[in-house]
């Protein structure tokens, strides 16, 4: 088995930022993989109101939100998704919903 971490970070503002792809255009990922998803909210404060998605393909059919989560004023530890196996076509997005634009980090870590 082989892990792959991808650390990065992006100003995230009200368009959906998609993390596997860096980008705010999405593109979905067809890797198997076993995929964790970390990412530092430690930089909301009162106010912002930002929603972590993540999105999968059943049977390559139509892709459906999995994960949808949202993280309200300021945060003292990290959001660490669940392992979940993947590959049909997935991603991860935060979008903020309100207040301001923060730098958030993340990292996407997949054994495969």
Known sequence: MALTFINDSATIGATEYFLASDSTTKVDQTDDCILQIWVDFGALASG?????????KINAGTQRVIIDNRFVGAQSSPFVSPSLIVGDGWEVSVAKLSGTDRSIGWSLRKAT
Do not use: A, P, R, S
């Open 48 to 56: 912002d109101d930002y929603e972590l998605k993540v999105y999968e």
